[in-house]
């Protein structure tokens, strides 16, 4: 079975679409399609508190079109996560892109809607990829620990010889989400990222800054948790600039919160020592980034999911292909250990294309 997962996350980048071969979970083919900057602008804005129900729902038939069209080749099923336009745990979330628009457009059933079913079941409704991270990484001796780095930074913690039930998850604090604001910022716009860290990279990290920002309760919070947009968007932008520093400090010191908060959730949360780190997402690309969090995480082997046959710029639009595949075979997919829910749920909700 030929699956497209297409993923949408909550940096705004743009588009993920991974074509897989399913079971094997063998990619085909993948592809990044880059949000247009007036529909990055108009996205942005219905993620803030202040918005109208007309522009959502605008945005919710014109992103499933762009879907479609981002969909290389024909497929028997896609799995479409949608764009997080609110997420708040346990309570509330929600994703647009409206699934039956995207199946009678790619001509394949879509199944859409992943987190719903997760909450209804008492959980956080993410993260959700934990059920990937243990089929891809889990080792009989070593206890590894799955990193995606994207607008928020998660993480799965996978005991050595650990079942499904073991596996401890959550989201960790921003991920790309504070550096890329900075880095359009200080660019006018004209950068969405701070390409290899380079500002960042010119810049020192404001030690008494990090110290105020890891005072946040959400960091010692127990799992299961998770966050977005909510916590990291335009209200902690301002945050930071208030404090008058050079934004290549800002950016140095961002950076070094995402790979603090990364490494105090391992060191707090992880039953055993960590031998491998496993990274996946945008952040991956990011050698400033990455060797702040090797400081703070010394003897642990860093690597990429690559290296396990997992395309770290690929992996989580793979996920939701693999996701998509479960719910079509009636199989649950969440992780009760990692999201809180009560039980295991099938999740999404499934569109069928018009005869």
């Not at 909550?10 to 949000?35: E, H, K, Q």
């Not at 199946?103 to 992943?114: K, L, N, Q």
């Not at 401890?168 to 991920?175: E, K, V």
């Not at 989580?316 to 809180?340: C, D, H, M, Q």
């Amino acid at each position: 079975m030929i699956v497209a997962g297409i993923m949408s996350g909550t940096s705004l980048d743009g588009i993920d679409v991974a074509i897989v071969d399913m079971p094997s979970a063998r990619l085909l083919d993948f592809r990044s399609c880059a949000y247009p900057a007036a529909l990055r602008r108009r996205l942005l804005a219905v993620s803030n508190a202040a918005c109208h129900t007309r522009d959502i729902a605008r945005l919710h038939f014109e992103l499933a079109e762009l879907y479609a069209k981002a969909i290389p080749r024909r497929v028997d099923l896609i799995g479409c996560h949608g764009q997080t336009i609110y997420h708040e745990g346990r309570r509330a979330t929600l994703q647009i892109g409206d699934g039956s628009v995207l199946a009678a457009r790619a001509g394949a059933p879509v199944v859409c809607d992943f987190r719903p079913a997760d909450i209804a079941a008492g959980g956080e409704g993410a993260p959700l990829v934990p059920f990937v991270d243990y089929r891809f990484f889990r080792h009989p001796r070593r206890t590894r620990v799955a990193l995606n780095i994207g607008g928020i930074a998660n993480i799965s913690i996978i005991p050595a010889g650990a079942r499904l039930a073991d596996v401890i998850a959550m989201d960790t604090g921003p991920g790309n989400m504070v550096m890329d604001a900075l880095a359009a910022h200080a660019t006018n716009g004209r950068l969405r990222y701070d390409r290899d860290g380079r500002m960042a990279a010119r810049g020192h990290v404001n030690r008494p800054l990090l110290s105020q920002l890891l005072r946040a309760p959400f960091y010692r919070r127990r799992p299961p948790k998770s966050a977005g947009r909510e916590e990291y968007g335009v209200e902690f932008l301002a945050r930071l600039l208030a404090t008058a520093l050079p934004l290549n400090d800002l950016l140095a010191t961002a950076a070094a919160l995402t790979a603090a908060t990364i490494a105090q959730a391992i060191h707090r949360f992880s039953p055993t020592p960590v031998h491998d780190l496993i990274a996946s997402g945008g952040g991956a690309r990011n050698p400033f980034l990455m060797a702040q969090l090797a400081a703070f995480l010394p003897g642990v082997r860093m690597s990429t999911s690559s290296e396990f046959g997992l395309d770290a710029h690929a992996k989580e639009a793979i996920a939701f292909a693999l996701l998509a595949y479960e719910t079509w075979r009636k199989r649950p997919s969440n992780v009760p250990s990692a999201t809180g829910a009560r039980y295991a749920a099938i999740l999404g909700k499934l569109c069928l294309p018009p005869r």
